[in-house]
T-cell receptor
Framework: DVKVTQSSRYLVKRTGEKVFLECVQD?????MFWYRQDPGLGLRLIYF???????EKGDIPEGYSVSREKKERFSLILESASTNQTSMYLC?????????????FGEGSRLTVL | AQSVTQLDSQVPVFEEAPVELRCNYSSSVSVYLFWYVQYPNQGLQLLLKYLSGSTLVKGINGFEAEFNKSQTSFHLRKPSVHISDTAEYFCAITNNFNKFYFGSGTKLNVKP
């Protein structure tokens, strides 16, 4: 089975702290994604990566950056956390092809910024 | 631009009753369509997908969906729901498997 593992299920941080969310996948997927999930808004794409060291902005990249130094690992970074970044963060990965393009998700990281 | 609309934010239904969760989309190009399910405190998992071919697709747990291109819809159905189907359901589209667009979700609440 494909496994996407997010390092922390629950985090509590203070305003202004730097926050790292880590995601690892074990299926050699090319594509990796970071989404933010908020009630009533569904999932919104923050960033995605289609290869090592390659990244593209999604719909809401402001306040976030990402890093992909190895194929299996995709990190989301909040340089200076703010209360409006309190949310559920979901990592996903995929092969990105017609034959196997669906997303596989991790269990999510619920971040609270005080 | 692409977008997905799930008009029903919550759908209450009694156990063993049929259910339909509605999904409409907007896109200027051909898209592939997906339904995902999210159980409490978990990530999303794929229920079913439409890539091509028969417009009626069957997924896991007895769910099915029908792609209607003229109405730009991809409604999810199940003839008889169980308590265990209580979850949030998301419709999603993509045209290139790089950017997926998700609806706002429908919470299905199955009552005994």
């Amino acid at each position: 089975d494909v496994k996407v593992t997010q390092s922390s299920r629950y985090l509590v941080k203070r305003t202004g702290e730097k926050v790292f969310l880590e995601c690892v996948q074990d299926m050699d997927h090319e594509n990796m994604f970071w989404y933010r999930q908020d009630p009533g808004l569904g999932l919104r794409l923050i960033y995605f990566s289609y290869d090592v060291k390659m990244k593209e902005k999604g719909d809401i990249p402001e306040g976030y950056s990402v890093s992909r130094e190895k194929k299996e690992r995709f990190s989301l970074i909040l340089e200076s956390a703010s209360t409006n970044q309190t949310s559920m963060y979901l990592c996903a990965s995929s092969f990105g092809t017609l034959q196997s393009g669906e997303l596989f998700f991790g269990e999510g990281s619920r971040l609270t910024v005080l | 631009a692409q977008s997905v609309t799930q008009l029903d934010s919550q759908v209450p239904v009694f156990e063993e009753a049929p259910v339909e969760l509605r999904c409409n989309y907007s896109s200027s190009v051909s898209v592939y369509l997906f339904w995902y399910v999210q159980y409490p405190n978990q990530g999303l998992q794929l229920l079913l997908k439409y890539l091509s071919g028969s417009t009626l697709v069957k997924g896991i747990n007895g769910f099915e969906a029908e792609f209607n291109k003229s109405q730009t819809s991809f409604h999810l159905r199940k003839p008889s729901v169980h308590i265990s189907d209580t979850a949030e359901y998301f419709c999603a589209i993509t045209n290139n498997f790089n950017k997926f667009y998700f609806g706002s979700g429908t919470k299905l609440n199955v009552k005994p």
